[in-house]
T-cell receptor
Framework: NAGVMQNPRHLVRRRGQEARLRCSPM?????VYWYRQLPEEGLKFMVY????????ESGMPKERFSAEFPKEGPSILRIQQVVRGDSAAYFC????????????FGSGTQLSVL | QQQVKQSPQSLIVQKGGISIINCAYE??????FPWYQQFPGKGPALLIA?????SEKKEGRFTISFNKSAKQFSLHIMDSQPGDSATYFC?????????????FGKGTKLSVIP
């Protein structure tokens, strides 16, 4: 049973470009959470999604950031017009139901903005 | 506002010694307190967790001590091994909030030396 799969592992973008981060949850999991980790910091919650629904996006910046979890396919975190401050590790977690107790994290995508 | 404060930032322990990491929280609505272990290049993995109805939980060499009145909890690693060298994060969540987001501490980098 494959774990949470994130790709790409590393992503390099120039300022102003778009970044798309993908997350395939564990088999049987229909709830996805995105977290961002800055250097020397803990993880910060960004958004919680179920299939085709955004449940809580209170941690996501209002501009340039968006997330989706379509009926088919992976969850996507999209960052438009990236800036240097977006450089961070982005982690996706999944759970079989809405819960903070059964979270499984992926290995993350390291985004570097030049 | 940092809702979960973690200390120390880094810790060096000799093999066989006891590693102790402390966390304090502010939000009295928090009712779930997990500890995560993260190795370089990997996502966090759940290590052990506690709810406030108990003051201590032990799993193998890992123990959580919880003090509800002081709003503090700690992780003790007995007989620390070089393989325990990793970054440890405490976290907390309010299961009544509906979003299941975890609030993380900033992490403790543990190095266990032979």
């Amino acid at each position: 049973n494959a774990g949470v799969m994130q790709n790409p592992r590393h992503l390099v973008r120039r300022r102003g470009q778009e970044a798309r981060l993908r997350c395939s949850p564990m088999k049987g999991h229909s709830h996805v959470y995105w977290y961002r980790q800055l250097p020397e910091e803990g993880l910060k919650f960004m958004v919680y999604l179920q299939k085709e629904n955004i449940i809580d996006e209170s941690g996501m910046p209002k501009e340039r950031f968006s997330a989706e979890f379509p009926k088919e396919g992976p969850s996507i975190l999209r960052i438009q017009q990236v800036v240097r401050g977006d450089s961070a590790a982005y982690f996706c977690a999944s759970s079989p139901a809405g819960s903070s107790e059964k979270l499984f994290f992926g290995s993350g995508t390291q985004l570097s903005v030049l | 506002q940092q809702q979960v404060k973690q200390s120390p930032q880094s810790l060096i322990v000799q093999k066989g010694g006891i590693s102790i990491i402390n966390c304090a929280y502010e939000n009295t609505a928090f009712d779930y307190f997990p500890w995560y272990q993260q190795f370089p290049g990997k996502g966090p993995a759940l290590l052990i967790a506690i709810r406030p109805d108990v003051s201590e939980k032990k799993e193998g060499r890992f123990t959580i001590s919880f003090n509800k009145s002081a709003k503090q909890f700690s992780l003790h690693i007995m007989d620390s091994q070089p393989g325990d060298s990793a970054t440890y994060f405490c976290a907390a969540s309010d299961s009544g909030a509906g979003s299941y987001q975890l609030t993380f501490g900033k992490g403790t980098k543990l190095s266990v030396i032979p």
